[in-house]
Nanobody, 121 residues
């Protein structure tokens, strides 16, 4: 099994910054992609940012220029640096990773439990 542990959420004022961290552990042979999604109350879960192994990051239009995703592949970590936060960024943020658990297995998506980000004065 694969476990994802998120940290770094919290309450921040508009214009402030937060950095989310997600650590993947368990039966991991390889990771092909890692990313962050979010879900606000009453809304569907949406992609915030993702990056494939060896690829370029992909961002939602609403966060371009404000959020930066990065990975530490040696330690199976993914980060989301969030700057210039707005009230509309308030949501539960979920880490996602696409993993192969052995050389010959299929790829599977795993999700973290989520971390709350609240942007409010």
């Amino acid at each position: 099994q694969v476990q994802l542990m998120e940290s770094g959420g919290g309450l921040v004022q508009p214009g402030g910054s937060l950095k989310l961290t997600c650590a993947a552990s368990g039966s991991i042979f390889s990771i092909s992609a890692m990313g962050w999604y979010r879900q606000a109350p009453g809304k569907q879960r949406e992609l915030v940012a993702a990056v494939t192994t060896g690829g370029s990051p992909n961002y939602a239009d609403s966060v371009k220029g404000r959020f930066t995703i990065s990975r530490d592949d040696a330690n199976n970590l993914v980060y989301l640096q969030m700057n210039s936060l707005k009230p509309e960024d308030t949501a539960v943020y979920y880490c996602n990773t696409r993993v192969r658990i052995s050389r010959y297995s299929s790829q599977y998506d795993y999700w973290g439990q989520g971390t709350q980000v609240t942007v409010s004065s």
